[in-house]
């Protein structure tokens, strides 16, 4: 009778334990579905919000920028010939005229438009004066009034060409009039050679004459990597 008493125990510690991690699994599912509904509502808040600060409302509906406005494209088209979309303002964006009208465009994907139709994230962390020149990997964006196939916002791999404010002219000048002191190197980056320069009064002219030649030749630049200007 005693084995009796203990076993109904423990089966219903066992099922009152199930039960528990049941009602626990259920909770965190919900939460989680909760989480991800509320991030939708938001992203489409700031999508609607982005809309109606950027598409002006005095705007004919066939006027409107391609980011204020939604089309079937079609993906089967030829590459490079002008295609007709029927297209319509996005949800939220208010505009005068019909609603529904036809906008022209080129076949082609956004990443395939022409380097002037697109901006890019430029960055400074690279080196120009690699030989071969380097490349950097950045995301760029196609132009409001570009209408074009696939994601408006892609990756592109661009050659490492940025500057930080160094003139050529200027380093030139002060390697011409004041490179024995290591004026130059001081103003490029270079403050260990800068120093070895003044200390050795232009390695006794050799160095200072030598430093004007690679500067001539760009061969010769910021201790950034960065490009003159």
């Not at 009796?4 to 626990?24: E, G, P, Q, S, W």
């Not at 050679?193 to 160095?207: A, D, H, M, N, Y």
Request: glycine share 8%; hydrophobic share 35%.
């Amino acid at each position: 009778m005693k084995c009796m008493h203990i076993n109904i125990r423990k089966a219903t510690f066992i099922l009152l334990t199930v039960l528990i991690n049941r009602i626990h699994m259920e909770d965190h599912a919900r939460s989680s579905e909760n989480k991800k509904s509320d991030s939708g509502l938001g992203s489409n808040l700031d999508k609607t919000i982005d809309l109606v600060l950027n598409c002006p409302s005095s705007l004919e509906c066939n006027k409107l920028n391609a980011t204020c406005i939604k089309c079937k494209l079609n993906e089967n088209c030829i590459y490079g010939a002008t295609v007709t979309s029927t297209c319509e303002p996005e949800q939220g964006v208010t505009c005068s005229g019909p609603r529904t009208f036809s906008r022209k465009y080129m076949c082609r994907y956004c990443y395939q438009t022409d380097h002037w139709e697109h901006s890019c994230e430029l960055v400074g962390n690279c080196n120009t004066v690699h030989s071969p020149r380097s490349y950097y990997v950045t995301n760029c964006t196609v132009g409001d009034d570009i209408l074009c196939l696939g994601l408006r916002t892609f990756k592109k791999k661009l050659l490492c060409n940025w500057t930080s404010g160094y003139r050529w002219s200027t380093t030139l000048a002060l390697s011409i009039i004041l490179g024995g002191f290591g004026a130059d190197r001081f103003y490029l980056g270079h403050w260990q050679e800068g120093i070895g320069k003044l200390f050795s009064f232009g390695g006794l002219g050799v160095w200072t004459l030598i430093d004007v030649i690679l500067i001539s030749l760009h061969y010769l630049g910021p201790a950034d990597g960065s490009l003159y200007i």
